[in-house]
């Protein structure tokens, strides 16, 4: 069973976009939501991630909302570029277990 | 440094062979992870260990065998593998602080061929 949703699967924007991908939980227990980026044939590296105290948290380009009544949260690429193409994988978790979204494949096109 | 580091990076192996995976983080992380990916999927979690003891085994078939020798080091041990069983495994750790919001870092992971 799926316990994070994310869309869309793939996701195609022009250099200099903004590429959205997004997150639904249903679990409340979840208390810690990380975003992973993953090129092909590397692991995936944590790129930015929000407790659900906070409702937006901004590192550089990137911007995570967090709405904790609607159980979602959605990550935000600023100026994308195409060295930001890979995939993307939200995240949460409560403890040790990470319960992975499937993952959006993001191709920024110059 | 927020390195986990894995070996070998790539494993052809045949169904009757033995062979291990291993893998070291030099974090003074307490909780170590197994995870196997497919193409195109996320990661599946296989197993945890917390404080080199094992605390979660994600219904993993026996021909997968962990071990924590100690708190750096982190080995799988195959035998009798499927080809079904060809996919990226990666480790990760993370501190292992029982209140939660545990960062996980990844390795580059192993890349498992099965004949």
């Known amino acids: 069973q799926q316990q994070v949703k994310q869309s869309p699967q793939s996701l195609i924007v022009q250099k200099g976009g903004i590429s959205i991908i997004n997150c639904a939980y249903e679990n409340t227990a979840f208390d810690y939501f990380p975003w992973y980026q993953q090129f092909p044939g590397k692991g995936p590296a944590l790129l930015i991630a929000?407790?659900?105290?906070?409702s937006e948290k901004k590192e550089g380009r990137f911007t995570i909302s967090f709405n904790k009544s609607a159980k979602q949260f959605s990550l935000h690429i600023m100026d994308s570029q195409p060295g930001d193409s890979a995939t993307y994988f939200c995240?949460?978790?409560?403890?040790?277990?990470?319960?992975f979204g499937k993952g959006t494949s993001l191709l920024v096109t110059p | 440094d927020t390195e986990v580091t894995q070996t070998p990076k790539h494993l052809v192996m045949g169904m009757t062979n033995k062979k291990s995976l291993k893998c070291e983080q030099h974090?003074?992380?307490?909780?170590m992870y197994w995870y196997k990916q497919k193409a195109k999927k996320p990661p599946e979690l296989m197993f945890v260990?917390?404080?080199?003891?094992?605390?979660i085994n994600e219904s993993v078939p026996s021909r997968f065998s962990p071990e924590c020798p100690n708190s750096s080091l982190l080995n799988l041990h195959l035998h009798a593998l499927q080809p079904e069983d060809s996919a990226l495994y990666l480790c990760a750790s993370s501190q292992g602080e029982a209140g939660g919001y545990e960062t996980q870092y990844f390795g580059p992971g192993t890349r498992l061929l099965v004949l």
């Open positions: 995240a949460a978790s409560s403890g040790y277990a990470l319960n």
């Open positions: 260990y917390s404080y080199e003891k094992l605390s």
């Open positions: 974090m003074g992380h307490r909780a």
């Open positions: 929000i407790r659900p105290d906070v």
